[in-house]
């Protein structure tokens, strides 16, 4: 969006406020050709039309702020007063009413130092030429605003429509329009290739000039973020090239392939202890194989452990004395042939004993227990 400081408003018959200060319905914009230094934007009633209800509220300045808008940190110092909430277009133009509440702004509007209304406000623009409803030629059209301030100005482009009545009675009317007044002129140093000029000028001019620089300095800070977007976005490539590299080059060094399919190899031998010798692998990750290894049940999930604690558990698991997973009558089978480590008979194994030997008498001794 571009910058505009558009001296086009004006003020009607203002009333006293019981705190002093004034209440005055103003036209702030119209519809028509505006002139700048870099050519001419024509502003059509839909854009106007559009940007209407951004009226209501508006913080009200006397000049425009050095910083060219109006924000949370200069709110307090630039504000001499506010918009009302009665935005409204009539016609071709629209009007809110204004209330200018600091001492030193009320003082300038009554005095006739400040009688007309220069609105703050970014643009849109369609660089499109062509010819007004009304006949004049311009270079682009506005196409969307975005209101920030309304400052009380001295005088800029405007037309004889654009006065401040202060009282019924016409009193302090200014009329004329831009760049035709006598005496409206001021002194200002201007700094060109590090040499400093005073310069008499209609303010109108250092308007356009101050507008000018910062319109500059706007493209200056775009250009400025879209290098540092632009750096960034290179170095965060290049960090992704080079981690990409790092890794092909591990992928392909002979000596690290050889370490990789030497643990590998030495994983599944692992595994194969506790799942048996004919565990096929093929497609697993080091991590399926090792969870498949610790599981006690099909149903367990290890998902939410750390590959440091699965890693752990598996190195447990492989490492036992008998790693063979026992379940079922395997494992009562173990248990009841096992030896005692104590060399005494094992007291089951004792009873099976002593009952196999009765089976075998019991064969020989004649039926009734008679030999």
């Not at 059209?141 to 209101?147: C, D, G, L, P």
């Not at 965060?236 to 080079?242: E, P």
């Not at 092909?248 to 590998?264: F, H, I, M, N, Q």
């Not at 190195?315 to 096992?338: C, I, K, N, Y």
Request: net charge negative; hydrophobic share 35%.
């Amino acid at each position: 969006m571009a910058l505009r400081l558009d001296a086009v408003g004006s003020l009607g018959r203002a009333e006293r406020t019981p705190a002093g200060g004034l209440r005055v319905p103003a036209v702030v914009a119209r519809e028509g050709v505006l002139t700048y230094p870099w050519g001419r934007e024509y502003v059509p009633p839909a854009t106007l039309e559009a940007s209407l209800a951004q009226l209501n509220g508006l913080p009200v300045t006397l000049t425009h702020p050095s910083e060219r808008r109006v924000d949370s940190q200069n709110w307090r110092r630039t504000s001499a007063g506010h918009a009302g909430e009665d935005a409204r277009m009539d016609g071709d133009t629209q009007g809110v009413t204004l209330y200018v509440q600091r001492d030193d702004a009320v003082a300038a509007v009554e005095k006739g130092t400040h009688r007309q209304l220069s609105m703050g406000y970014d643009t849109d623009l369609d660089p499109t030429p062509g010819v007004s409803p009304s006949g004049e030629r311009y270079d682009a059209v506005q196409i969307a605003r975005t209101y920030n301030h309304i400052a009380l100005v001295r005088q800029a482009r405007g037309g004889s429509s654009l006065a401040i009545r202060l009282d019924d009675a016409g009193d302090a009317v200014f009329d004329e329009p831009a760049g035709a007044g006598k005496g409206s002129t001021m002194k200002r140093k201007i700094r060109i290739d590090g040499v400093d000029y005073e310069v008499e000028a209609p303010e109108s001019f250092f308007q356009a000039l101050d507008l000018a620089d910062g319109r500059r300095a706007d493209e200056l800070k775009a250009a400025t973020a879209c290098a540092d977007s632009t750096a960034g976005e290179r170095d965060a490539l290049k960090g992704q090239l080079d981690e990409t590299k790092k890794r092909l080059d591990d992928a392909t060094d002979p000596a690290r392939l050889d370490e990789r399919v030497k643990a590998r190899a030495e994983l599944e031998a692992s595994a194969r202890k506790v799942l048996g010798s004919k565990t096929d692998f093929s497609g697993k990750t080091d991590r399926q194989i090792m969870e498949a290894t610790i599981r006690t049940d099909a149903a367990q999930d290890l998902s939410a452990r750390s590959d440091d604690y699965i890693r752990g558990a598996f190195e447990a698991r492989v490492s036992a004395p008998d790693p063979v997973r026992e379940d079922g009558l395997d494992r009562v089978h173990r248990t009841v042939t096992a030896p005692r480590q104590d060399d005494r008979p094992s007291p089951l194994r004792a009873a099976i004993v002593r009952l196999r030997q009765d089976q075998a008498e019991a064969a020989t001794r004649p039926i009734g227990g008679v030999r």
